[in-house]
């Protein structure tokens, strides 16, 4: 059924620097409303982070775009299908952070983890000694967590810097 709707809608995201946020987002919006793409497209100094939606066409080239920006070649980008276009607008904004932390002295490109494949979560959080965090927000949190999951009962992504520093 899903694969007969006909708007495609992309979340995405990737960390890379951006020298110039200034110089991409014209060309970008430019992209996207040429291609007949709506949705939210964050910039940071630190990467790209957004959700849209379009033609099969339209997002294929929207894609080729960033895709084509410095250290984007591997945009991490997860799929789904809507009835209706779910967005009344494009927009492509420059900020100081594409996920909300509130945290300078944090670089999301220093310091990072390992990517856990899918097939590999089910046997990392039954080890003992692993703790999981569920750091979305309080909201998403009540519609299902994993089990034995801490809920740090924050109401945005912003508060779970202090949450942490108070918890660890």
Known sequence: MTETLPIRVVA???FTPFADIAAIQPPLALACCSNGVKGTLLLAAEGINGTIAGSEEGID??????????????????????????FHRMKVRVKREIVTMGEPSIDPL????HY?????WNALIAEPGT????????YEVAVGTFAGA????????????????EHR
């Open 131 to 138: 703790i999981v965090i569920d750091t979305r927000n309080d």
């Open 61 to 86: 080239a929207v894609l080729a775009h960033i895709r084509a920006l410095p250290g984007c070649a591997d945009l991490d980008v997860k799929e789904s299908r809507a009835a209706v276009m779910p």
């Open 110 to 113: 220093e310091g990072v983890g």
């Open 116 to 120: 856990v494949e899918p097939a590999d």
């Open 150 to 165: 801490v809920d740090p009962q924050t109401r945005t992504f912003r508060d779970f810097p202090a949450w942490f520093r």
């Open 12 to 14: 995405l995201y990737r």
